[in-house]
């Protein structure tokens, strides 16, 4: 007994017989022949779930058939999805053939007779979305069902449901809003009647006629009760005798009649009541009087809730209203255990609230206010405050809320202006958190001076972090305000501006990445200085600050060989201090007093002063037998290599084939060995790449569901990182990628934009007089290893593989301007390049003599090709084309024309005799009589 899920390749499951299968997931987009092939297969599965059946295929209905395929199943599943191609239809099914049905959830259903499943002895959970006119559902004497699930589709007109005498308990019942419009047609309702027995309904429909009075029957009590109406009215006795209920919520769209009053009245106790409604007067009290709530939300036009002095809610824990006015508020004296309160007032002023000894949390929405009402201020219980949308002079003294942990100020406009003085903060022992929705246009010397730890939120996110770090630095609170004040305007790291060095330290002592080239680029300047200034040498005293790449070991070897000294403390003989990654301790660090250097500094030192034997001039050919070992596919030979770069020392030409591996190796060690062995060298771009995270050991291989990735998925994190490496360091990445791996050069290749060094690698793909594009876009490789069956998908859908995820977008590429100049070309091979049009820049190759457009998506060729004038031979089979292109025949020199299986395959049909082959008008053959044409038989 087991379950089988089918991705894909269907046909090869229906050759045998799988009789150990009682579960079937079928998510997969291949062509079903026949429910029979199904259950032969599978003629042991009691349970089957369609997950996906795509777009494609042929079987799509649920019907008599499949059920008499399946006369056994316990649970059938179907998404409910308005797109899935999965429908149902109940004509003509044997009631005989679900009598082992338990569980049963079908999407689309064009049938809206349902009484075959209200008698079912078995069935308990019945999930259904029925779109047809008439929705009928009786139950019978021996029905089971538990859970009755039924959506309605924008087809239903009238609706016929009587459940009273089934065991539901759990019943959701209308319209289908997470899919459908709630503009759907109003249905009728013929007869609704509800089971006595109910733990859960959910009522969502849209309605010509009003509730059936006594909706509820002898429901007494519920665990939740969801209503979402727009019916004409209802009467007070809707509830029945519902008196104790878990969850209510209560939902009223547009403008309504007014609510009956009494509506509630029959409630004693509810944990939670949500009352949204949009435009709907309430007649009389609201709730009945002492009954016992603990969570009130109350949402409606503003005015429309009457008699608030009858609200007398003593257990009310947490209240959220919206609507009320200001002098609706005396109510909350009757709810003294009140811990939760929001309240929206329309921009009314408010002046007072009733004194809540146990009000902990407060928001108060869209009003205005000289300054918070007498009793919020002496709260001393209070611990989050939140004024949204509000105009207020001044908070007032705060001094006795010594509780308030968290301020939310949001002023309307969103402007700084806007805010009242904020100095009485200052006097506030436990606030933890400061929020500020404004535009940030100065920083306020009062922030500083929050209760210690505190946090400031403000819009820009970024702005919080800076604050936090640099407070709780060793900088003094001026210089801290100084350079807040620099910084609001820095929306971009580039666009920080020159800063001291006590900033630089204390960011990268934080670990604050934002800044991390800047913190590189002044590090890099400074120790170009000290270098200038202060040599390092023999006689200096180096001490190391934070994680260098240089391993201990390295750089005590490097102290004996050169002579100078290594320190483990900061002491008065320092003369060197090496910055590395994430120093520790910097106020103790004087710019002014120690040298600052970095790796790379250091780095050119050891190699001036004592050049390992590789770094030499006598090493050519063991730095070559090295170069051989660092190209090698083998990663055997890559560590070994690893390993004589650790005695001998690296040289330049090596830089990019460590970087290679470095970004491509799964192996933690070996990255680890050749971060080491590149440290130092380079550029700051290129130390930067060097000790980043991005790693593309992960785009090639099998993807989670088996398939070969193609190179999208390298090209699009590439792409991502060209604002961080720069584009030299991309192109080389990605010319060095490709030749290893022999794809990634597309990166290059939809590069709109030319330069000598990427026309230099490009111009890497001239054979001869040939310009082969097709081996530069990688693709040729997976179309030489695909079986018949990947051919045909790929020629019905070359993204299929070649560009999965749309990872490439578009995939256009761009010969540069100037190649026809630089070389005589006179065959361009464009085979398998996601083309379904000429690459930018083709044009220039007028003297072309073969072209090469096969295994593409052409559906027509331009008319420019005519200035091709001299070619003799045209390759365009495995395209698109569904005529014969007029433009052949300006071609008067061709030779020979391909067009085998020109035209596109048909998914579920393949190349047999429905295959339309693209047929060659009379016309041409005529004009060029010797012309080889290879077409279809």
Not at 345 to 366: A, C, I, Q
Request: aromatic share 8%; net charge negative.
């Amino acid at each position: 007994m087991r379950t089988l899920k089918i991705y894909d390749d269907l046909e090869s499951y229906l050759k045998t017989i799988h009789p150990d299968v009682t579960e079937l997931i079928y998510d997969c987009d291949d062509p079903i022949p026949s429910w029979q092939a199904l259950a032969t297969a599978f003629p042991n599965a009691t349970q089957i779930r369609f997950s996906d059946m795509g777009h494609i295929g042929i079987t799509r209905l649920i019907n008599h058939d499949f059920f008499d395929a399946f006369p056994r199943l316990h649970g059938l599943f179907i998404g409910n999805n308005r797109r899935s191609p999965i429908t149902t239809d109940l004509s003509d099914v044997n009631p005989a053939h679900l009598t082992e049905l338990r569980q049963l959830e079908l999407g689309r259903c064009r049938t809206g007779d349902f009484d075959l499943f209200g008698n079912l002895p078995k069935l308990e959970s019945l999930t259904v979305l029925a779109d047809d006119k008439q929705v009928h559902l009786h139950t019978g004497p021996d029905c089971v069902l538990t859970k009755v699930c039924m959506a309605f589709g924008p087809r239903v007109r009238a609706i016929d449901i009587d459940l009273a005498s089934s065991p539901v308990v759990e019943l959701a019942l209308g319209h289908n809003n997470r899919h459908y419009p709630t503009e759907a047609k109003k249905v009728v309702i013929d007869r609704l009647a509800l089971p006595n027995h109910l733990h859960t309904l959910l009522l969502n429909l849209n309605t010509q006629t009003p509730l059936p009075a006594r909706l509820l029957g002898d429901n007494q009590k519920l665990d939740k009760l969801e209503m979402r109406l727009a019916v004409p009215g209802f009467s007070a006795d809707t509830l029945s005798d519902l008196s104790e209920v878990g969850k209510i919520h209560f939902l009223m769209e547009g403008k309504t009649a007014p609510l009956s009053a009494g509506f509630f009245a029959g409630l004693r106790q509810v944990d939670e009541l949500e009352i949204r409604f949009e435009d709907t007067p309430i007649e009389g009290p609201l709730l009945p009087a002492n009954m016992s709530l603990r969570q009130l939300t109350y949402f409606n036009a503003s005015g429309h809730l009457s008699d608030t002095d009858a609200l007398v809610l003593p257990d009310l824990d947490v209240a959220c209203m919206f609507g009320l006015k200001a002098d609706q508020l005396g109510w909350l004296a009757h709810s003294p255990m009140l811990q939760r309160l929001s309240l929206y007032l329309d921009k009314h002023p408010l002046t007072d609230l009733p004194s809540l000894p146990n009000l902990k949390h407060l928001v108060l929405r869209g009003t205005e206010m000289a300054q918070l009402p007498a009793t919020v201020r002496s709260n001393s219980n209070l611990e989050t405050l939140a004024l949204l949308w509000f105009r207020i002079s001044e908070l007032g003294d705060l001094s006795a809320m010594t509780g308030l942990k968290e301020l939310w100020l949001s002023p309307v406009q969103d402007k700084q202006s806007n805010l009242p003085p904020l100095d009485g903060l200052t006097h506030l022992p436990q606030l933890e958190e400061l929020r500020l929705d404004i535009e940030l246009k100065r920083f306020d010397p009062d922030w500083l001076k929050l209760a210690p730890g505190a946090r400031l939120m403000v819009r820009a996110e970024r702005f919080e972090a800076l604050f936090d770090i640099l407070r709780a630095s060793h900088l003094d609170n001026a210089t801290v305000h100084q350079y807040l004040d620099q910084l609001i305007a820095v929306q971009k790291p580039a666009q920080l501006p020159a800063m001291p060095a006590d900033f630089h330290l204390v960011m990268m002592e934080a670990k604050h990445n934002r800044f991390k080239a800047q913190h590189k680029t002044w590090l890099r300047s400074v120790a170009q200085d000290s270098e200038q200034q202060r040599p390092f040498g023999a006689d200096s005293v180096l001490f190391v600050c934070g994680r260098s790449a240089f391993k201990a070991s390295e750089l005590k070897a490097q102290a004996e060989t050169i002579g100078f000294t290594l320190s483990k403390t900061l002491n008065d003989s320092v003369t060197h201090v090496l910055v590395g990654t994430a120093p520790k301790a910097v106020a103790k660090l004087d710019p002014e007093r120690h040298a600052l250097i970095d790796d790379t500094t250091l780095q050119q030192c050891f190699t001036a002063e004592a050049p390992k034997f590789l770094q030499q001039e006598t090493s050519n050919v063991m730095a070559d037998s090295v170069m051989a070992m660092l190209n090698s596919p083998d990663e055997a030979s890559h560590k070994v290599a690893a390993q004589m770069l650790e005695q001998g020392g690296v040289t330049e030409p090596m830089l990019m084939p460590l970087f290679l591996i470095l970004k491509t190796t799964a192996d933690n060690e070996l990255r680890k060995q050749i971060k080491n062995l590149l440290a130092g060298h380079g550029d700051d771009a290129f130390q930067l790449a060097v000790n980043d995270r991005i790693l593309f050991h992960t785009c090639r291989g099998p993807d989670r569901l088996g398939r070969e990735q193609s190179q999208g998925s390298m090209v699009k994190k590439l792409k991502g990182q060209r604002r961080k490496w720069g584009d030299a360091l991309c192109n080389d990445f990605a010319k060095a990628y490709y030749d290893r791996f022999g794809e990634g050069l597309m990166y290059l290749m939809m590069q709109r934009d030319t330069c000598p060094h990427r026309e230099a690698i490009l111009d890497t793909l001239v054979e001869g007089e040939c310009l082969n594009w097709h081996r530069g876009a990688g693709f040729g490789p997976v179309l030489e290893r695909a079986d018949e069956k990947l051919r045909t998908d790929l020629h019905w859908h070359p993204q299929y593989c070649f560009n999965r995820n749309a990872d490439l977008g578009s995939a256009v590429t761009y010969i540069p301007e100037g190649m026809a100049q630089r070389h005589d070309i006179r065959e361009l091979n464009l085979s398998v390049c996601l083309l379904d049009s000429l690459p930018k820049g083709s044009a220039q190759f007028t003297g072309l003599r073969r072209l090469n457009l096969s295994f593409n998506a052409f559906e027509k060729l331009p008319a420019s090709l005519a200035n091709f004038a001299e070619l003799e031979e045209l390759d365009l089979s495995y395209n698109h084309f569904s005529a014969f292109p007029a433009v052949l025949l300006k071609l008067k020199n061709l030779k020979r024309l391909d067009l085998r299986r020109a035209t596109r395959v048909d998914y579920t049909e393949g190349y047999n005799r429905h295959y339309r082959k693209l047929a060659v008008p009379q016309a041409f053959r005529d004009a060029l009589p010797h012309c080889e044409i290879l077409e279809d038989a």
